[in-house]
C-alpha cells in the first residue's frame, strides 16, 4: 500500500510548471570596416572592393553581399576589384548604388561598410 503523504508528493510534483528555459542572445555577428567610397560609371548593380575591404572579408569576398552605409545605406554584391590603392579607398560602387547613399556631385564619402 503506498503511504497517503506519497500520492500528495506525486500530484504536487506531476502540477508543477515546467521551468522556462529562454534562448540566450543572439551575438552580433556584423563586422564593420571604415573608410571611403567612390562611384564609377556602371549605372547599378554590383560593387569593386578595394585592397582594404578585401583584406577585411579574406578569400571568398567575390560575391558576398555587403551594406554600404554614409546617411543612408545600400546592399551591393562586390563582383569585381579595384586598385583604390589611395587611402581609405575601400568600394567602388556603381553611380546607382551611389547615389543611394549621397549625391554623385560629392564623388567620395566616408562610409561604413557591414558584413
Same mark, same amino acid.
Given at each position: 500500500?503506498?503511504?497517503?503523504?506519497?500520492?500528495?508528493?506525486?500530484?504536487?510534483?506531476?502540477?508543477?510548471?515546467?521551468?522556462?528555459?529562454?534562448?540566450?542572445?543572439?551575438?552580433?555577428?556584423?563586422?564593420?570596416? *571604415?573608410? &571611403?567610397?567612390?562611384?564609377?560609371?556602371?549605372?547599378? $548593380?554590383? %560593387? @569593386?572592393?578595394?585592397? !582594404?575591404?578585401?583584406?577585411?572579408?579574406?578569400?571568398?569576398?567575390?560575391?558576398?553581399?555587403?551594406?554600404?552605409?554614409?546617411?543612408?545605406?545600400?546592399?551591393?554584391?562586390?563582383?569585381?576589384?579595384?586598385?583604390?590603392?589611395?587611402?581609405? *579607398?575601400? &568600394?567602388?560602387?556603381?553611380?546607382?548604388?551611389?547615389? $543611394?547613399? %549621397? @549625391?554623385?556631385?560629392? !564623388?567620395?564619402?566616408?562610409?561604413?561598410?557591414?558584413?
Amino acid at each position: 500500500m503506498i503511504p497517503p503523504f506519497a500520492v500528495a508528493v506525486l500530484v504536487v510534483v506531476a502540477l508543477a510548471p515546467a521551468p522556462v528555459r529562454v534562448a540566450p542572445e543572439p551575438k552580433e555577428s556584423i563586422a564593420t570596416v *571604415r573608410g &571611403v567610397a567612390t562611384w564609377y560609371s556602371r549605372e547599378s $548593380g554590383g %560593387a @569593386a572592393a578595394g585592397p !582594404g575591404l578585401r583584406r577585411a572579408l579574406g578569400k571568398g569576398w567575390r560575391g558576398k553581399i555587403v551594406t554600404v552605409c554614409a546617411a543612408k545605406c545600400v546592399r551591393v554584391r562586390l563582383d569585381d576589384w579595384c586598385l583604390c590603392s589611395k587611402g581609405e *579607398r575601400l &568600394v567602388d560602387l556603381a553611380a546607382g548604388d551611389f547615389a $543611394g547613399i %549621397a @549625391a554623385l556631385s560629392r !564623388g567620395v564619402v566616408k562610409v561604413d561598410v557591414r558584413y
